[in-house]
């Protein structure tokens, strides 16, 4: 069939065309649902007690900006080489990438940050200005240097006075350095002390600080530690030596060798911690736990390279007295059991089982059964200026500053990470306080999820003010946009280096791994500028940022389709009514 052809206009039939531009036929008129672009928090953040802003951290990391990821850290944690070594890491237990393939390996990719810091010579930046302000802090362990920390960037000026000659408390005296080497904790501690604050070493509450010098200062914060070793209240335990002192003597060199058979008493992470320092220094370390190997209260990794060192764990065994005996101490041990009515308690109950007691000849008996808090403190009330699972207590008196208690004083999770969020709860009610403000208040405005974790840059304004404390699961996720990628596994020590040397047993991983890894990151519930929502808009109202600005929607022209918030991958969007 030939084409149709015209010989003049004239016998061309009627056709539409358009002369001029549609621009003022704004299509978005008939929509009824609009698409908004919204941050919201991510689960990992909001796992971790010290509320720090993960996501961003990844995404800087990932792009190779480590300083700019190290500093983000230090706004909500100031210790992060600390816990890059010996955190618990809660935030690997609720990222939403354990639902898909690994978790991302957030703890190493944080002692990696800190670490190229420390090797960069980066500093703590500069101060703020003085508000007039001093707070004494008690306790140089990891809730005070955190108060510390936190009130020197709001301008208050901090005396911190600790019994110890060097600030750390638990962390310099009780870790052991195969796990935290003593020049990276003074160097990240040496970053708090360059700011408004003075430490006051050798300074003991109750001995040569008393509160009479207290009561000069606006506030005080009590963060002194639990040092008292529980009592086993068993025959004999004036023979057995004290565990924390122990690894107390070993940082400060001042430890004798030991040899031959070794008793460890309890089960948590001092109790590991003082078996694998045994055995590095030539002892033959058993650990001993009246309850079950599940119960066992330290870190599950820490047990894990206890047992890899090949250090045995006797469960069920009870020491009920200890005797000195010709050839050693001897440990008589009395055999736990279950009881049958108390098996769907979380801790169950346990009882003899009525078999004989079992003995052993050992060289030396060590106590780690947990610490009392010292003494010396003021009476506290019940009142609770936190949230945070109470884990910051007033214990002013009538008369004088306010003073307020944190730290393993109150937490009812005595860890490294728990201390550090105290210690910034701490500095941000004394500053609330200070400010006129209700302290309790102040810290709710500062949540992060549901947990009670505390934003410091939520609560002075910053990118995080306005993002929707929403946490997003994984069902909330477009988790086809990401592939399978297995969890970068740091390198360590052999097992034959680990048993005969102090040397730290982890590394750090290397600047490609760490990029790598970042990439691995969802960045749950914030946009990080993929272009997705650009990519799949068919009426093109997207509006990619220019320099400085933030990603929009063009609502002259948007339907409101929703294609652009189905197809996040990462759920930084909602779409809702359209407002009348």
Not at 299 to 317: F, M, N, Q, W
Not at 410 to 419: C, G, K, S, Y
Request: aromatic share 6%.
């Amino acid at each position: 069939m030939s084409p149709l052809t015209f010989k003049s206009v004239r016998e061309m039939p009627m056709l539409s065309r358009s002369a001029d531009t549609m621009a003022w036929n704004h299509t978005g008129s008939w929509r009824f649902l609009r698409p908004r672009y919204q941050d919201k928090d991510a689960p990992c953040s909001a796992a971790c007690p010290t509320a720090e802003d993960i996501p961003l951290v990844e995404l800087l990391a990932s792009q190779g900006c480590f300083a700019e990821a190290w500093q983000r850290i230090r706004e909500e944690n100031p210790l992060p080489a600390v816990c890059g070594r010996v955190c618990f890491h809660p935030c690997e237990g609720g990222c939403n990438r354990g639902e898909y393939d690994d978790p991302v390996a957030i703890n190493s990719l944080e002692r990696h940050l800190a670490d190229q810091a420390r090797r960069q010579q980066l500093t703590a930046g500069a101060a703020p200005p003085p508000s007039g302000k001093r707070v004494a802090v008690v306790g140089a362990g990891p809730a005070g240097l955190s108060a510390a920390w936190f009130l020197g960037r709001l301008g208050h000026r901090v005396e911190l006075y600790d019994a110890h000659e060097e600030p750390g408390g638990l962390l310099r005296y009780g870790i052991p350095s195969y796990r935290l080497p003593a020049e990276v904790l003074a160097w990240e501690a040496g970053l708090i002390l360059e700011g408004d604050a003075t430490f006051h070493p050798g300074r003991t509450l109750g001995k040569n600080l008393s509160w009479d010098e207290l009561s000069s200062h606006d506030a005080v914060f009590l963060a002194v530690g639990a040092w008292r070793s529980n009592p086993l209240g068993i025959e004999g335990e004036d023979l057995a030596a004290d565990g924390l002192a122990f690894l107390e003597a070993v940082r400060d060199e001042r430890a004798s060798a030991i040899s031959g058979k070794v008793a460890v008493i309890g089960g948590g992470n001092t109790a590991v911690d003082l078996a694998r320092t045994l055995l590095r220094l030539g002892a033959e370390p058993t650990i001993y736990y009246r309850r079950r190997l599940e119960d066992l209260p330290a870190l599950p990794d820490e047990i894990k390279e206890a047992t890899e060192e090949g250090i045995p764990i006797r469960p069920l065994l009870a020491p009920h007295r200890i005797e000195q005996g010709e050839d050693g101490l001897r440990l008589v041990l009395t055999p736990m059991q279950v009881a049958k009515d108390a098996s769907l308690q979380a801790r169950p109950t346990i009882a003899p089982t009525g078999a004989p007691d079992e003995e052993v000849t050992v060289t030396a008996v060590f106590t780690a059964i947990g610490f009392q808090n010292s003494p010396g403190l003021p009476a506290g009330s019940a009142q609770a200026v936190s949230p945070y699972l109470q884990r910051l207590l007033p214990a002013g008196a009538a008369e004088g500053p306010p003073v307020f208690v944190g730290g393993d004083l109150v937490n009812e999770e005595r860890t490294v990470v728990t201390a550090i969020a105290s210690g910034k709860a701490a500095a941000v009610a004394i500053a609330a306080l200070f400010a006129g403000e209700e302290p309790a208040a102040k810290l709710e405005a500062g949540r992060v999820g549901t947990g009670g974790t505390v934003s410091f840059n939520r609560l002075s304004g910053g990118d995080r003010s306005a993002r929707e404390p929403h946490v997003v699961g994984f069902d909330e996720l477009n988790p086809i946009y990401f592939r399978y990628q297995g969890r970068t596994r740091r390198p360590g020590l052999t097992l034959k280096e680990r048993r005969t040397t102090f040397d730290e047993v982890h590394m750090r991983i290397s600047g490609a791994l760490a990029m790598s890894e970042a990439e691995r990151c969802f960045r749950c519930g914030m946009c990080d500028q993929c272009d997705n929502c650009y990519l799949f808009c068919p009426d093109m109202s997207v509006l990619r940022p220019a320099d400085g600005e933030s990603r929009r929607i063009d609502f002259d022209y948007c339907k409101g389709c929703g294609v652009c918030v189905v197809e996040c991958p990462r759920n930084a969007m909602v779409l809702e009514e359209e407002p009348r």
